[in-house]
């Protein structure tokens, strides 16, 4: 079996968010169980001198892409870790200070997307399956379909598009499909990628895909609903047979908390009582918050955005600094309303609240391990990766019971005991602050109760073996059918 993995980012390269994340662990994993995938990424000139100088380039050719105008390809290849990475060359399109947020990023992905579909054919290498990531790879499908269907090499490659946010959708008016892609107007209708008038490349993807996968089985249910669809939950409820909900997971080598050279004590599940007090005391050290090991430290390593559910944080922060014994650590950066409103909070309240507003990699890994609670209040989230690196290094998540976060936290039972963090139904600060409470009362009041809930939480199996045999099943059924 081979795989195509078509990708706008992938870490270590490059990455801004969950996708990037995935896009490094999951063609891991997939090698890992002896499958042939390789991956093929944006070479954006923001890249590492490290991993520059590691890329050998294969070969260049043209792409034609409307109008007659020819655009630049050069493909690079790099080899790391056994597997192989193709990056496709354009330094008008790539070379840029960052990935995305351009008024042309619809013409530079329509250019990655020819560009990766005529490169399969000059490297030699014609996959089974090609998997495509979001909008910015989601018109490969409906070009196979509509542009390539004529090319006998290409004609059996199946097609799964997985959705890891879908409020970006690529949006672009028709005119693209003539300019951009160097094709008709045969796709543009309300059963291809035509969608209020426009182009619209994920419902181009949804409805040209064979399988299309979300990072999360309850995420796959909410975008079929108005709530959560983004106006897309109509041509979603369509295509219903279609969809896979499958959690992500994390890299288990990476987080680590017995190896991970960021903590100042390392630690396993037999060993975290102590060694988290430990890392506790470092981190309130390190950012500045008084030494204090009773009080709970609720930490947080997100963007500062509403989707994130910042707002909830923002309007209880002063109240639950009031009445309780908690410290509170923001990692992040984001919007300016909560930027500002976190450092304000900070100068209100010095040695219990910490605004660090920047992203710092190893504070993070040091905040997973050394904080009591987790927070998440997402107002959507399609999977989450911290909740999961969080209950890996023993920290308890208290999150919106939405997409992924509610597929993975199992809320605190006080009856049996069960559970690995705490959650909330209702998105509102009443319900975020009420549950932050009880949870701040298990850790006064029920010390057992939390070392138990520490104990289940580590003992979760969130690797990426299982999402990858999944997707392998997904794969598989294509092929047979």
């Keep these: 079996m081979k795989i195509l993995f078509a990708s706008a980012e992938a870490a270590p390269f490059f990455k801004t968010g969950g996708l990037g994340d995935v896009s490094y662990a999951l063609p891991k994993a997939l090698k890992a169980q002896g499958i042939d995938v390789r991956v093929v990424l944006p070479y954006y000139t923001l890249m590492s001198e490290e991993y520059k100088e590691a890329c050998e380039d294969l070969l260049n050719f043209q792409v034609e892409m409307g109008y007659q105008r020819q655009a630049y390809v050069g493909i690079k290849r790099l080899i790391l870790d056994d597997l192989t990475y193709y990056f496709v060359d354009n330094l008008d399109y790539f070379n840029r200070p960052s990935l995305y947020g351009y008024e042309d990023d619809c013409e530079r992905f329509a250019?990655?997307?020819l560009a990766v579909i005529e490169m399969m054919q000059k490297v030699d290498f014609i996959p089974n399956i090609i998997h495509v990531n979001d909008w910015q790879t989601a018109m490969i499908p409906a070009l196979l379909v509509d542009k390539y269907h004529w090319l006998e090499d290409y004609r059996d490659i199946r097609k799964v598009l997985t959705i890891h946010n879908i409020q970006f959708q690529g949006w672009t008016d028709k005119e693209a499909l003539y300019s951009y892609f160097n094709t008709t107007d045969a796709t543009f209708h309300d059963k291809g990628?035509?969608?209020?008038?426009?182009v619209n490349y994920l419902k181009g993807g949804i409805n040209f895909s064979d399988i299309v996968t979300t990072v999360s089985p309850r995420y796959a249910g909410e975008i079929q609903t108005p709530e959560f669809g983004e106006g897309l939950d109509a041509c979603l409820r369509d295509n219903h047979f279609k969809i896979r909900g499958i959690i992500n997971g994390i890299d288990y080598d990476l987080n680590n908390p017995k190896t991970d050279p960021n903590l100042a004590v390392n630690?396993?599940?037999?060993?975290?009582?102590s060694a988290k007090l430990k890392n506790k005391i470092k981190l309130q050290e390190r950012v500045g918050l008084a030494k204090d090991p009773d009080a709970v430290l609720l930490g947080l390593v997100s963007?500062?955005?509403?989707?994130?559910?910042?707002q909830l944080i923002q309007e209880k922060a002063e109240e639950l600094l009031n009445t309780r014994r908690v410290q509170v650590l923001v990692l992040g950066t984001g919007d300016d309303e909560f930027e500002h409103s976190f450092r304000y909070f900070e100068h209100k309240y010095p040695g219990r609240f910490c605004a660090y507003i920047d992203f710092d990699i190893h504070l993070a890994q040091q905040i997973y391990a050394g904080s009591d609670l987790f927070l998440m209040p997402s107002a959507f989230e399609p999977c989450g990766l911290s909740q999961m690196i969080a209950m890996r290094y023993g920290t308890l998540p208290l999150v919106h019971e939405v997409g992924g976060l509610a597929d993975t936290v199992e809320p605190y039972n006080h009856f049996t005991g069960e559970g690995t963090g705490f959650s909330f139904n209702q998105f509102n600060g009443r319900a975020f602050l009420k549950i932050l409470n009880y949870a701040v009362d298990v850790y006064e009041h029920d010390k057992k109760a939390w070392h138990a809930l520490i104990q289940e939480?580590?003992?979760?199996?969130?690797?990426w073996q299982g999402p990858a045999?999944?997707?392998?099943?997904?794969?598989?059924?294509?092929l047979e059918a």
């Design 267 to 273: 630690y396993d599940a037999q060993t975290v009582q």
């Design 303 to 310: 963007r500062l955005t509403p989707q994130k559910g910042m």
């Design 469 to 478: 045999e999944d997707y392998i099943q997904v794969y598989q059924s294509l």
């Design 457 to 463: 939480a580590m003992s979760r199996d969130f690797s």
């Design 193 to 198: 990628c035509e969608h209020h008038g426009a």
């Design 111 to 113: 250019f990655f997307d």
